[in-house]
């Protein structure tokens, strides 16, 4: 691994186990192995390592998304792609996708919010495009698409967030469960 993954990943632990504001650049390149003019060579400073931690993580997941959101007429088949694709990601990078969610909630004037805002914007756009989509097909969904976009991404959040704290396992029924419970709702 090269000096600078090796930094987005160390980095990027650190800021899940610990939260942002509580790590430092020092201890960062301690826990790598390296010096500070190496952070600040690739990176200039704390906050654009964190920027890049983002863009590291976030730009191959929203590249990935854009393709599973592809609508091919089968609403159905289509989520149990997307979440699949969640689920994943959160088992395949169990630390970030933490870090991800922390960052979610942090305080809207924080640098973390801020830096993650156009990744939020861009995943949001990215489902609401696929409802839009869908709704030419099922009219009854017109008007509807941002609402559906965001409970669909709050039901996958939670869900994966659960499993990250071993209250639910990632697995394909699980996949299966949380669409059949978006389409059909409360009383399926």
Known sequence: MNNRNLLLRNACRLFANRGYDAVGVQEIVE??????????????????????VLEFYLDPFL?????????????????????AHY???????????RLWMTV?????????YQAIIPYQGKQQKIISNFFEEAAQQYGNMMGRQNAYAISFLGMLFAYAT?????????????VYN???????????
Do not use: W
Not at 162 to 174: G, I, K, S, T
């Open 63 to 83: 590249s990935t998304l854009k393709v599973k959101c592809i609508y091919k007429n089968d609403v159905v088949n289509s989520l149990e792609q997307i979440a």
């Open 31 to 52: 826990n790598t192995g390296l010096t500070k003019p190496t952070l600040y060579h690739y990176f200039g400073s704390k906050q654009r390592l964190f920027s890049a």
């Open 104 to 112: 979610r909630f942090s305080p809207p004037q924080s640098s973390t």
């Open 178 to 188: 949380a669409v059949h419970q978006f389409m059909h709702g409360i009383f399926s």
């Open 162 to 174: 659960l499993a990250l704290q071993e209250e639910l396992p990632l697995e394909n029924q699980l």
């Open 87 to 97: 689920f994943e990601f959160a088992r395949i990078e169990p630390v970030f996708f």
